[in-house]
Structure formats: structure tokens, C-alpha cells
């Protein structure tokens, strides 16, 4: 037996193991989060640490879409509305109230989850472009909620949030998006790995044969949105911290957009595809910052290729290559 074989072979083993069935997650994915929990070591440079923030944080609001686009085919295009509303729950319980920022982050979270419910329960029994249109009309009216309210937002002229940290290092930043990243993943492949998550696929691949099958469409799809919301509050009511200010165009559709796309070229339906391709895309535009008038324009046209060339994004080409490299040692 070669090496290569040798190497696989323990790598189905890892597969097998109890521990791992149990988070649902795989070898592969615990590796990945090690190395990504080390690469800010070697990280000096403030920018650079910045930047990698950013991406982990459109990785994990990407991830968070995906579970909704990927796994029931509903494309919840007020996401970022949601992401808001963890932001701005967050800052003024803070600000207002004198709250600690981690159960005010968590109470963000809480309130995304429940305005998502609701919000499911009232659109989700529609089908196909008709629910993503009233998750858009809602993200709308929380933007312009946002906006309008200026003496409990400030309206456009933006919320300043407290520092989270005594310290400008963005390291502690750096862990905690980390932390939260690893904890969406971990939770949405437990869901997505269960009978919940067979649901959820049935939904999404063929709607009536799922309600022939005696599925509750309606209770799993709300189920599903609840879920992505909260997570989106979650990481909401991290941004604020970070950036240090909030404004309603963080709720914008455009921002909708951007997470879409990183999450249809790493791969529908796989979760860690739309980390992996935040990842890549999210330090690309920035070094292209005078092109960001076209930025929109830039999104569609990668869109464009990947549903053209590869629609399973980058977790189809890894497990092309994957598929390929077990062919050749046989």
C-alpha cells in the first residue's frame, strides 16, 4: 500500500469517528479551523488583520444565507436587514441602557431570530420568487426604519459604538469572529446532517414531492430562516463592535448581493464553500478599492461565470479534484 493510499485510508478512519459524526463536521474542517486560528500569529500588521476579519465575518454571514439558498431554495434577499437589526439591538441597549456588550449581542441575535419567525410565518408560505420578494420588502422597510428614526438611530449620520476592547490591536476581533464562525458551522452541519436537515434537502429539491412525503413545508422553512436570522444578528451585533459606527446602509440590498455571491461561488448547499470564497474575494476587492463603483457590476459577472461554468462554485471543484485524486490511486 502506497503512502497516498495510506493517507486516505486514515483520513476515511478520522471519517468514521464517533466524535466527529457527533458534531456532524469533518477532519478536513477541524484542520481548516486550526489554521485559521494560527494564521493571525503570524499576522503583525493592523490592516492585514483587519482585512482578515472582514473576510471571516462575510464568510460567516454568507454561510449563514447559504443554509436558507442552499439547503430549502429560498433566497432571503432582506438578510442584511437582519444583520441590522442585530447590530443596532446591540449598540443601543449598550449605549442606551448601559448593558454589557455580550448579552446585548446575544439579546441582538435573539431579536433577529424573532423577527425572523414572524417574518417566515407570514411570507414563507408562498413559493419561489414571491417569498424572496417580501423578505426583500422587508429588508426596505427596516432600512428606512433605520434611517427615519433618527432620534433612537441617528439616522444617517450613524450610532458610534463603544469599544468592545481596551485595545486597538484587532487580534481579540480577529478570535472572536473565529469563535462565532466555528460555532455557525458546527451548529448548521449538526442541523443539516439530521433528519431536520433530510427535510430541509427534500424542501429544496422538489417541494411537492417533499408534501407527498408528509413533510410540514411551512414549519421547516420557518425552522430554517429562524435559525439563518438569528446567526445573521449574531454577527450583526459583532460588526458594530468592530467597525465602531452603524449606519442603515449596512442593511442595504447591495450587501444582500455581495453575501449572495460569495455564497453561490463557494458552492450551494455546502456551508464552508462560502467561507473558503469570502476568504479569496474579500482581500481581492479590497486591493481593488478604485474600481468600487463597479463593485455590483464585478459580483454579477463572477455570478454569471460560476453558474455558467461550475454552479457547484468552489465545494464542487474541491470534490472534482477530491474524486479525481481517489481515481488515480486505484
Not at 17 to 29: D, E, N, R, V, Y
Not at 140 to 161: E, H, K, P, Y
Not at 181 to 195: D, E, L, Q
Request: charged fraction near 10%; glycine fraction near 10%.
Amino acid at each position: 500500500m502506497t503512502n497516498d493510499q495510506n493517507f486516505i485510508t486514515k483520513i476515511n478512519s478520522l471519517n468514521d469517528s464517533k466524535t466527529f459524526k457527533m458534531l456532524g463536521i469533518s477532519p478536513f474542517a477541524v484542520v481548516t479551523f486550526m489554521i485559521l486560528a494560527i494564521a493571525p500569529i503570524f499576522m503583525n500588521n493592523q490592516y492585514i488583520l483587519h482585512l482578515y476579519a472582514s473576510s471571516l465575518m462575510f464568510g460567516a454571514l454568507a454561510m449563514g444565507f447559504d443554509f436558507t439558498a442552499g439547503f430549502i431554495n429560498i433566497v432571503n434577499f432582506g438578510y442584511a436587514a437582519f444583520v441590522g437589526i442585530g447590530a443596532y439591538t446591540a449598540a443601543l441597549l449598550v449605549v442606551n441602557l448601559g448593558i454589557s456588550p455580550w448579552p446585548a449581542i446575544i439579546a441582538g441575535a435573539l431579536l433577529s431570530s424573532v423577527l425572523g419567525f414572524f417574518t417566515g410565518i407570514l411570507t414563507l408560505r408562498l413559493r419561489g420568487m414571491f417569498a424572496a420578494l417580501m423578505a426583500w420588502f422587508l429588508g426596505i422597510t427596516l432600512m428606512s426604519l433605520a434611517s427615519n428614526l433618527v432620534d433612537l438611530t441617528r439616522g444617517q449620520l450613524g450610532l458610534n459604538v463603544p469599544p468592545l476592547f481596551a485595545t486597538t490591536d484587532k487580534t481579540p476581533f480577529v478570535y472572536m469572529i473565529l469563535v462565532i464562525t466555528a460555532f455557525g458551522y458546527v451548529c448548521f452541519r449538526k442541523i443539516t446532517s439530521s433528519n431536520i436537515g433530510l427535510a430541509f434537502r427534500a424542501i429544496g429539491q422538489d417541494l411537492e414531492a417533499a408534501h407527498s412525503s408528509g413533510i410540514d413545508s411551512t414549519k421547516y422553512k420557518v425552522l430554517n430562516f429562524t435559525v439563518s436570522c438569528f446567526f445573521a444578528g449574531l454577527v450583526g451585533g459583532f460588526y458594530g463592535f468592530f467597525v465602531g459606527i452603524i449606519t442603515p446602509a449596512m442593511m442595504h440590498t447591495r450587501v444582500t448581493v455581495e453575501i449572495l455571491v460569495i455564497a453561490y461561488i463557494g458552492g450551494r448547499g455546502s456551508l464552508w464553500g462560502s467561507l473558503l470564497a469570502a476568504l479569496l474575494i474579500i482581500p481581492i476587492f479590497e486591493y481593488l478599492k478604485p474600481m468600487m463603483e463597479i463593485r455590483l457590476v464585478i459580483y454579477g459577472l463572477l455570478l454569471i461565470m460560476v453558474m455558467i461554468f461550475y454552479p457547484g462554485g468552489l465545494a464542487q471543484l474541491y470534490q472534482n479534484m477530491l474524486d479525481l485524486f481517489k481515481l488515480k490511486q486505484k
